[in-house]
């Protein structure tokens, strides 16, 4: 286990998209700029969000996620499902729409097709972890989606379980972890958004996957991330803040906790369903809620924590509802902010 800091604070994974990243794209597609101009913005992107995360003074950044994306259409997903499918054997190149949210069926993913069995793929982490460590100060944590939500939105057509398929993606995720691991990463994060729209067989069944995609690490803290979502549709993607498309209500708590994890990443409103559940897990309550243009103060994310008298400051971190993909970089900067001066004011 781990040991943390009392209310150390971190991020999510993805940081603020900017706008011109979509006009980029298009000029790449018009033949006017080449893909390497593009990765060049993604590159410079990257510098930038490590500078404003420790600017604003994150304990624990990331990449913010900027070379996973060329735009914020199907935001955050894209990021978190197309770019790693597409390295995968297993998955075909193309993409079928798939509808995944009841909320509303006019939303669908650019989802692969899973068409064979699924096999070993270098997921570009530990390639990740070097670019960013090379100009970070601080702690560096590398994120990925987990073997439920990479399974669950994708078409399959080998399988037919979806236990066995997430098993194969599970695999996979702990030799690439296992890869960070000895490349020096610290700290690593699995990202499982879509619990709350699955029946307990099948987050059991995610469960057991998620396990077995960190077992046998020894040297490496791992985080779990467990949201709702925060999806963002429509003809001006970028200018809508994102919404929790899989909130129904249900949210399996006491299934998420036998997650073999240091720490548990949650929207702060959840944190109630965790009481006696913790044992000796990190929670790191998201009392920056990403689905809110306001910036917090420091005294409002403070009062997010402390309303829980059950929950010790040597057990807590603080972090955001979700990642900040959908915001302006000044509201996303202002909330990383607001994060560290909750952290003072709450005397760490």
């Known amino acids: 286990m781990a040991a943390y800091g009392k209310y150390t ?3 999510i994974g993805s940081y603020s998209v900017p706008r011109w990243y979509e006009t980029l794209e298009k000029q790449v597609e018009a033949g006017t700029l080449a893909k390497g101009d593009m990765e060049d913005a993604q590159y410079r992107a990257t510098q930038a969000a490590i500078l404003d995360q420790e600017t604003a003074g994150i304990d624990i950044i990331t990449g913010g996620e900027m070379h996973r994306r060329t ?3 199907h935001a955050p997903p894209n990021a978190m499902l197309n ?3 597409e390295k995968i054997p297993g998955f075909s190149k193309e993409t079928r729409p798939k509808p995944i949210s009841a909320k509303d069926p006019s939303v669908f ?12 793929a270098d997921l570009g982490l530990v390639e990740e972890f070097q670019m960013v460590s090379k100009f970070a100060r601080k702690e560096v944590k590398i994120t990925l989606t987990g073997p439920h939500m990479l399974a669950k ?16 993606l599970a695999k996979v995720i702990n030799r690439n972890f296992k890869e960070l691991e000895k490349a020096g990463c610290k700290y690593i994060q699995i990202d499982e958004p879509l619990f709350a729209i699955s029946d307990d067989r099948e987050v059991e069944a995610a469960v057991e996957a998620i396990n077995l995609s960190i077992e046998g690490l020894k040297n490496v803290s791992v985080q779990v991330h467990i949201c709702q979502g925060n999806y963002a549709v429509g003809p ?3 200018g809508q803040i994102g919404h929790r498309y899989f909130d129904t209500g249900r949210y399996p708590a006491e299934l998420i906790w036998k997650i073999n994890c240091d720490a548990l990443l949650i929207e702060h409103d959840q944190t109630p369903k965790y009481e006696g559940l913790l044992g000796n897990k990190y929670l790191a309550v998201g009392a920056v809620d990403v689905q809110d243009f ?3 103060s420091a005294k409002t994310i403070g009062e997010r924590i402390t309303k829980y008298s059950w929950l010790s400051p040597e057990q807590t971190l603080i972090t955001s509802s979700c990642g900040m993909n959908h915001l302006p970089r000044h509201i996303a900067f202002g909330k990383l902010k607001a994060m ?3 952290k003072r004011l709450l005397g760490a």
Do not use: L
């Not at 993913?109 to 070993?120: E, L, S």
């Open 9 to 11: 604070t971190t991020v």
């Open 71 to 73: 735009n914020n259409r």
């Open 83 to 85: 770019f790693f499918w």
């Open 109 to 120: 993913h650019p989802a692969a097709i899973c068409t064979g069995p699924i096999d070993y």
């Open 153 to 168: 939105v994708a078409w399959d057509e080998h399988y037919g379980d979806m236990g066995e398929m997430m098993q194969a």
């Open 236 to 238: 001006e993607y970028d």
């Open 294 to 296: 306001n910036v917090e």
């Open 340 to 342: 560290a001066a909750a």
